[in-house]
C-alpha cells in the first residue's frame, strides 16, 4: 500500500509545477477549450516555457506552433492534451516516447460512454504504467497552481476572477463541480493553491491527491469531492497522512442515499462503495463529511485562520437576545457547551453592563456599541476564565458602521494577541470591504450566526480527533486462512472464541442421551439449537428450543429439532444439537464484520432487535482499531443512553464491550484475505453481571481469495 | 377568543397607515433615535402630516416644535414615543387624553429591567386597555410600512438601504433581530410591506400581529419570531386564519434546547412554553419552523413567487452530475420523491442528448450549453409528462454569461407558460444583477441547489397542509367538570371508556374470594393490581402481580399486593385489586394529555419503552383535532415503521389507533377546565388481532379553574 506513495510525489510536484508546457491541440481562439489554458496562464504571469502544438498552423495565440510532441525543441514536464477523443492514445503515447513527465487529458468519450471508450482509457492507464508518466483525467476539466500561474484547464471560472493563492488544497473527480467550488472559493475569499480535477482518474485519483496534498508543506486544508473511491486502501493511508500532520480534511461523498447512489452508477464509471462505510471510515479518521457546498465551504474558510477550538465549550456574545438563543438551540443539538461564566465573571459583566443578560450566551444589546470600551471589557470578562475554546459574537450590520470598524478591530487584535488559542469567530452584515478588513485582522466572519457555530463544531472535531490516537496501522494476515468450507456455529464459536469473543459454554450433543446429560451438567433451563454446518438460518426452519426445564423436555427437543431439519435440509450434515443456559434479560446488540469491495474488512456494531429494524443504529468502522475507537462507535449510537445507563437503567461494562468489539475487528483484519463476514447476534450485554455474551456467532468465508483491487 | 380579533383590526390598520403622525421626544439630530423617524419618514417620502414634540426646542429638522400632545393643532392617528422611561407613563397617558389612536413606544426600562419597569409596564398596559388605544412596545425597534414611507422606528438598517415593498410581514418580538432580518430581507430582494418589532409587548403581540396580517389582501407570506407568546389561543386562531386564507407562516421560535430556553427566561419577561409543544403546533397548523435566519429567508424568499407544489415529486436537472447526486440525497432525506422520468421520456432525452444520464436526477452537462435547444428540449421533456411538482435546475456560472441569459430566460418563461403549476427553481451563480434579471422573469435563483431543496420541501409542505382540512374548532367545555378528588385507576377507565378509549373488561375486587371468582370469569391467567385513588405509581410498591394461573395464585396475589400497598400507603383508601385479562406481546406506546400553561390541553403520543425513554420518541399536538392529525403525529415518529409493519412486523389498525387518540383529545378539550392530566400508558397495539387496548389509565384533575391567561 504504501509503496505507491513515494515515488509518485516528485511526479505531482512536477505536474502541478511544471518549468515546461506542451498544450497539443493548442487554439488560436482563446475562448475554446484548446485556446483558454494558453490565455489563462499567460495571463496569470506564468513563468515557465509554453509549447503550442497544431499540426494545422503556424502559430497559435502568437507563439510559434510545432506539428507533433517529437519536434519539440526542449523538454516537456506537462503536456496538455486536448485533442478528440480518438486521437488521445496516439498523442499519449508520442508524449510517453518523447518523455514528457505528465499529461493532463481533457477529452471526453472514454469509460464514461462507452465500451469502445472503456478499451481507450484501460490504453492510457497502460501507457501511464509502462513509461511512467502520470496522467490526470481523462474527460476532466485540468488543473491548477494559482501561484505560479500554471492554468492546465478550460474552467470558464477562471475568467474575469483569478483564484488567490491560499493554503487550501481542492480536489475533485467532477470538473464542472470542481469549477463550481473553485469559482465560490474565490468569491468567498477562500485562498485555493492547487485545484485538480481527476474526472475518470486513469492514473492518478483522488485519494493519491489527497495524500500529496497532505505531505505538502503549503497546504494546511484539503478539500475532496467523489462519487466513491475504486482504492480504498490508498484513501486511508492518505487519510492517516492528514491526520498525522494533523490537517483537516473535508470531504464531500456524494450518494448518501439510495436514490442518488443509483444515480452515481448510472453516470460515472465508480465504483461506489456502501455509503455507510465511507460514513464510518471519515469519523474514523476524523474526516468532516459535508453534506453540500455551503456546509463545505463554511467548514474550510473557518479552517484557514488555523485556530482549532482546544475544548467543546463556546462562549455566545449578540446584541440581540433572540439570537443569542438561536446560537445556544445549535451549539447544545450539535453537543458543544454552553458553559456559564463563572459567578465572579457574571458580577463583573452585570456591574460593567446593568441592561445585559451576563450568563451565557451574554446579550450585551447594542446598546453597548455606543462605548466601545464595554464591548472590551465584556470580551475580557469572557476570555479571562480561559474556559472557552471558541467564542461566536453576533454584531451584525453594527459592526459594519465605517466608526466602529477600525476600534473594534483594535479591541479583537488586542483580545486575540492576549489569548492566542481561543477562536474567534464574528457574525457581521456587511459590505465584503468591510468583512475583508475583519478577515485580514485574523477572524473568520459569518453572516449567518448558525453557520458560525456549525463551524465551531467542526473545527473542534478535528482538534479532538488529530490529539487521539491515530487509526491502526494494518496488521498481519493471518498464513492459515480460514477453511474454505462451510463453518457450523460451534466450530465458529471456538474460532471467535480464541480471538478473545466471549461466549458461554455450550456442548455439542449428537444424541439425545448425550444432550440429556450436557444439560444436567449446565443446569436447567436450557436452550438447545440444531447444530449443522450447512443450516445458517435456524429461526425459519425452527431449528431450536428455548427454556427447557428438564430431562424430559431436552430428550424430546433433540429429536424434534433435529428431525425438523433433516426435513427442511435434506443433504445437511446434522452434527446433531448445541446445549446452552439460557440467558434472558440484558440489552441485545449485534457486532460484525464484512469484506466491503472497496475497504476491505469492515466492522458493524449496533444495537439490536427494534433499533437496528427500525432506525438502522449501526456504526461502521473499517478493521482493525483499537478501544478507544470501539468506545466512539458505541457513543454514535442513537440508542447509546441504553448502555450508558444514562436513562435509569444500569450501566453496562462498557471497556469490556469496546475491548470486545475491537477484538472483532483485529480477529476480521487477520483474516482479510478468506474472511467473507462473521456475525455475533445477538451480543447481549448483561448489565445486573457486568459482562456480555454473544447467544449466536456466524463465520461465512470466501472461496477465492480476492482479486486485488484496481 | 375570536371576540379579541375584529375591532382590532381597523385600529391596526390606522398604527400602520396613519394619515398623521406625531413624534414625542423629537430631536434635531436626525442621527438620534428620536431624530431618524422623521428623517427617514421624509427621505421615504410619507405625505401624512408630521408633527414634532419636544418641549426645549422651537423647530425639529425644520418642524415646528410642540410643547405637548395637547398643543397639536390636528389630530394624531399613530404617536412616536422616543423619551426616558420614566416619562413614558405620562407622555402616553396624555396621548390617550388627546384621543390618540395608537402609540409605538421606543423606551426601554420596563418589564425587562425591574420589578419599578414592570409596574410601569403594567400602567401603560392599562392605559391602552381603558382608553382603547393600541400600543406597541415598550422596549421596541418600532414598525414601519414601507409602501406609503411610513418608518417609525430607529432601526438603523433602514439607513443606506430602504425597505422594498412587497408582500411579506414581518413581526418579530426582538427589535435587534427584527432589524437584522429587515436589512437581510431587502439585500435578498424580499419585499417586506410591514414591519412590527413588539418588544414587551404591554398590548399588541405577536399572535394578533400574524393575525391581522392573514387577513390582511397585501401580504400573501407571513414571518414570525418569537421567544414565546403569552397567549395561546391568540396564536391558535391566527395561525387558522392564515391557514384558512392558504397564506404560508414562517415562524422562528427561540429556545429549542434546555440552555436555550433559560436563556430565554432571563433575559425577557416572556413566558416561554414547553418547546416541544410550540413544534406540536406549528405542525399542527402547517407552519415552516425556521432554525436558523438563512432558512427562515430562504423558505420566506421561495414563498413570494406563488407557486407551491401541487405534489411531493421533484424533477433534477444539473450540468454536473455530482450535484445531481447531491440534490438527489437531500430530497430523499427530506422524503420528497425523485420519481423517475417515463421510459418514453428517457428514450427522447438520451436521443437529444446522447451523453445525458436521462433518469433523473438528469445530467445535461455543460455541454448542453452549447446548444440551447438542447436545454430547451430537456426541460420540455422533463414538464411533459406533468409529473413534477418541482423541478430544480443546477446550471451555476454557466447560466449567468452575458450571452446566455436573455436566451435562457426566454426558454424558461415559455416553459413556464405552458406548465405554470410546476415550480421551477434555478441553481445560480452571477452577479446580483444577472440573478435579479431571472427573478423579475419569475424564477427563485439559489446559490446553493441544497439550499434549493430544501425550499421545494418546505414549499410543497405549505400546500400540502392548505389542501387538508383545517384544524378543529375548539369544543365546547363539559357542564359538568371531572371530580375535584383523586381518581382511581378503575373509575379513570370507566370515565374514558365513555369518551371511546379502549379497555379490557376488568373486576374491581374488594375481597380475595371475589377476586378469585372474577379471575374464573374471565380465564387464566389474569395480572391483578391494587385499586386505590390514592396510589398512581403501582410500580414501585410492587402493587400488582402478573401472570396468575390458578385460584390459589390469585387468593395470594391479592393478599399480597394489598398488603404492601397497607403498608406504604397507611392512609390510602384501598378500594381492593382489578383483576383483568393478561394482555402479552405487542406493541407499547403512549398516550396523553396534560393542560399546558400556553396552549391549555395538548395531546402527547409516542412509542413506549425503550423508544420513549431512550431517543423521546414522541409527538404532540394541541386538542382537539381529528383522525387525519392523529395520522399525522404517528407518522412522525421515528418508530413509526413498527406501526405501520414496513419492517416485516404485522401492520397495525393504522385508523383505529388514530380514531383512538382524537378521541383522547376530544375528551381532554371538552375536560380542559378541569383536567390537569390523563395518560394511557401503556396502550398496546396487537397486531396479530388488529386492536388495540389500554393496560392502565391515570386522571388527575385540577383543584381550581385556571386563571385566564394573560
Redesign the interface.
Known amino acids: 500500500m504504501t509503496d505507491r506513495m513515494p515515488s509518485s510525489e516528485d511526479t505531482l510536484s512536477l505536474l502541478l509545477n511544471p518549468t515546461s508546457v506542451a498544450i497539443i491541440g493548442a487554439s488560436d481562439d482563446p475562448t475554446r477549450i484548446g485556446g483558454r489554458p494558453l490565455r489563462y496562464m499567460r495571463e496569470a504571469g506564468f513563468k515557465g516555457q509554453i509549447y503550442a502544438v497544431n499540426a494545422k498552423r503556424d502559430s497559435v495565440q502568437g507563439l510559434p506552433a510545432f506539428r507533433c510532441v517529437a519536434e519539440l525543441p526542449g523538454p516537456v514536464d506537462t503536456a496538455i492534451i486536448a485533442v478528440p477523443a480518438h486521437s488521445v492514445v496516439e498523442v499519449t503515447k508520442a508524449c510517453a516516447d518523447a518523455n514528457v513527465k505528465s499529461a493532463v487529458i481533457f477529452s471526453?468519450g472514454f469509460a464514461?460512454?462507452s465500451d469502445e471508450g472503456r478499451r481507450r482509457q484501460d490504453q492510457l492507464s497502460e501507457i501511464a504504467r509502462t513509461a511512467r508518466m502520470r496522467i490526470v483525467g481523462p474527460n476532466c476539466l485540468g488543473i491548477y497552481n494559482s501561484v505560479v500561474g500554471f492554468f492546465a484547464t478550460f474552467s470558464?471560472?477562471i475568467e474575469g476572477m483569478r483564484p488567490t493563492p491560499g493554503r487550501v488544497g481542492l480536489v475533485?473527480?467532477?470538473g464542472?463541480?470542481g469549477?463550481?467550488l473553485s469559482?465560490?472559493a474565490t468569491?468567498r475569499g477562500i485562498g485555493i493553491r492547487f485545484w485538480i480535477t481527476t474526472g475518470n482518474e486513469c492514473d492518478l485519483d483522488v485519494s493519491e491527491t489527497l495524500g500529496w496534498m497532505a505531505k505538502h508543506p503549503d497546504i494546511s486544508v484539503i478539500v475532496a469531492?467523489a462519487?466513491g473511491v475504486r482504492d480504498g486502501d490508498r484513501l486511508l493511508a492518505s487519510l492517516a497522512l492528514a491526520h498525522e500532520r494533523h490537517k483537516p480534511v473535508i470531504f464531500?461523498k456524494?450518494?448518501?442515499?439510495?436514490?442518488?447512489?443509483?444515480?452515481?452508477q448510472?453516470?460515472?464509471a465508480s465504483l461506489a462503495g456502501t455509503d455507510a462505510v465511507y460514513e464510518g471510515v471519515f469519523r474514523q479518521y476524523g474526516v468532516y463529511r459535508a453534506?453540500?457546498?455551503?456546509e463545505m465551504l463554511d467548514v474550510t474558510y473557518a479552517a484557514t485562520f488555523d485556530t482549532l477550538p482546544t475544548n467543546r465549550r463556546i462562549g455566545l456574545m449578540s446584541?440581540?437576545?433572540?439570537?443569542?438563543?438561536?446560537m445556544?438551540?445549535?451549539?447544545?443539538?450539535l453537543g458543544l457547551e454552553?458553559t456559564p461564566m463563572s459567578d465572579g465573571a457574571q458580577a463583573r459583566l452585570k456591574a460593567l453592563l446593568?441592561?445585559a443578560?451576563p450568563?451565557n450566551?451574554v446579550?450585551i444589546?447594542?446598546q453597548a456599541f455606543n462605548n466601545l470600551d464595554l464591548v472590551k471589557a465584556n470580551l475580557d470578562v469572557m476570555l479571562e476564565g480561559g474556559i472557552y475554546g471558541a467564542i461566536v459574537a453576533f454584531f451584525?450590520?453594527?459592526a459594519a458602521?465605517e466608526a466602529i470598524v477600525e476600534p473594534i478591530q483594535k479591541i479583537l487584535r488586542d483580545a486575540k494577541k492576549r489569548h492566542p488559542d481561543c477562536l474567534l469567530i464574528l457574525s457581521i452584515?456587511g459590505s465584503p470591504e468591510v468583512i475583508q478588513r475583519y478577515e485580514d485582522a485574523g477572524f473568520p466572519v459569518f453572516?449567518?450566526?448558525?453557520?458560525a457555530i456549525r463551524a465551531v463544531d467542526a473545527l473542534s472535531r478535528f482538534r479532538e480527533r488529530f490529539m487521539d490516537r491515530a487509526p491502526l496501522p494494518p496488521i498481519e494476515i493471518a498464513l492459515t486462512p480460514l477453511p474454505p468450507v462451510p463453518i457450523s456455529e460451534y466450530r465458529a464459536k471456538q474460532i471467535l472464541a480464541q480471538a478473545g469473543l466471549p461466549f458461554n459454554k455450550e456442548y455439542l450433543a449428537s444424541t439425545a442421551t448425550e444432550a440429556v446429560s450436557a444439560a444436567t451438567e449446565i443446569g436447567f433451563p436450557v436452550a438447545v439449537k440444531v447444530a449443522s454446518p450447512n443450516i445458517q438460518h435456524k429461526t425459519e426452519i425452527s431449528g431450536f428450543e428455548l427454556g427447557l426445564t428438564g430431562p424430559d423436555d431436552v430428550r424430546r427437543a433433540f429429536i424434534a429439532v433435529t428431525s425438523r431439519a433433516r426435513r427442511t435440509h435434506a443433504d445437511a450434515y446434522i452434527e446433531g444439537v448445541l446445549v446452552s443456559r439460557m440467558v434472558t434479560g440484558g440489552i441485545e446488540t449485534i457486532l460484525g464484520a464484512h469484506h466491503d469491495p472497496t475497504f476491505g474488512q469492515v466492522v458493524m456494531f449496533g444495537l439490536g432487535g427494534?433499533?437496528v429494524?427500525?432506525?438502522e443504529d449501526v456504526s461502521f468502522r473499517v478493521a482493525p482499531f483499537g478501544d478507544d475507537e470501539a468506545h466512539r462507535m458505541m457513543r454514535e449510537l442513537?440508542?447509546f443512553?441504553?448502555l450508558d445507563g444514562t436513562?435509569?437503567g444500569p450501566r453496562c461494562d462498557l471497556d469490556r464491550l469496546a475491548a470486545v468489539i475491537s477484538s472483532l475487528s483485529r480477529f476480521a483484519a487477520t483474516h482479510a484475505g478468506s474472511l467473507q463476514s462473521t456475525e455475533l447476534n445477538p451480543l447481549v450485554v448483561l448489565p445486573t453481571e457486568h459482562d456480555l455474551v454473544a447467544l449466536d456467532a456466524l463465520i461465512v468465508t470466501r472461496q477465492e481469495p480476492v482479486p486485488p483491487e484496481k
Chains 1, 2 share one sequence.
Open positions: 471526453s464514461e460512454t470558464s471560472t475533485s473527480q467532477s464542472a463541480y469549477s463550481h469559482l465560490l468569491l469531492c462519487e464531500q456524494m450518494g448518501r442515499s439510495k436514490v442518488g447512489a443509483d444515480a452515481v448510472s453516470h460515472t453534506r453540500s457546498t455551503e446584541i440581540s437576545g433572540g439570537v443569542g438563543v438561536q445556544a438551540d445549535e451549539a447544545v443539538e454552553v446593568p441592561y443578560s450568563r450566551p446579550d444589546t447594542a451584525t450590520f453594527v458602521a452584515v453572516e449567518d450566526p448558525i453557520r427494534i433499533f429494524e427500525t432506525i442513537k440508542g443512553p441504553l436513562r435509569g
